[in-house]
């Protein structure tokens, strides 16, 4: 029965997995369907000295592009192969530099679509996630442009909440990055809101890890919080598709046992763990082997009474 049950978390952590995934894939093939239009190529060509009319089609397009999620999906732009937001459907961007973002160089050097890892706005300071494409001259093949959405990270925790109690009652995902930083957490055992643990590391990280994540914006300026789950940590950075099994607490204080699957996503560097209380994980084994005692006990004073 233990073997069920761990089936049933690492099938749970799988189905998140997958639901994150799809969510990534859906985007990096929208935004390559979506940089293939013409308008976008012409703009780009024309800058700065574009004529009104152009512009304000180029606007009407991005516009579109961001009502498929009018919640989540918060900013469609245009930049040019400087890495100048040119045209963004939230104004206050235009004109920013994002020619230090990865999502800009990766996918003006591959011509790829790309997803960047959630990152820190200089604008306003809240976590995003960016999908990018090159946008090309469909005479010449050569790139004048990016193409840019812009998604706000609590669509990673609306994904992960909506994948509680796969596993059973009080079952949750946790969501991780490269860097055991979590991005998403389903639930949280000391009565408070999981989201007040995103962003924070499952242990401590040294001091150079953190000035490295914040020159390429993956933290906030501020010294981010940690919680003290160093087994929990070593496991995850050694993750082994193998051996994806673990046991944890999330809170010194409560020190809540639990038991959990671990699964690495196919899209980006991210890994889902999957967890349960342990108390309500053996439960169904604990029950089994009570009433096999009975069983038993019945049967041996069922042969006394024979005897």
Known sequence: MIKSANQSLNAAASQTVANIDAFVSANLMAIVTEAQQETLASYLKTAPSTSPALKEQVLNTLNTLIAK???FLVSSAILD????????THFPQIGQ???ERDYFQVTLVTGEPFVSNVEFSELDGKPYLYFSQSVRDRETGKVVGVLRSQYSATKLQHIVLENNNLAGSFSFPILLDDK???LAQGYRDDGNLPEE???????PPEADTIQELQAIYRLPPSIPNATKLTKFDEFAANFSPERPYFDTILSEEKKVKYAGALEATQTISWKVAYLRPKS???????IQTRNNLLLAFGTTIAAIGVG
């Open 69 to 71: 999620d009018k919640i």
């Open 81 to 88: 192969t400087n890495g100048q937001n040119l045209l963004d």
């Open 97 to 99: 530099d994002e020619s």
């Open 180 to 182: 055991n930083l979590r």
């Open 197 to 203: 643990l995103l962003f924070q590391f499952l242990a």
């Open 280 to 286: 309500v994980f053996l439960q169904p084994i604990k």
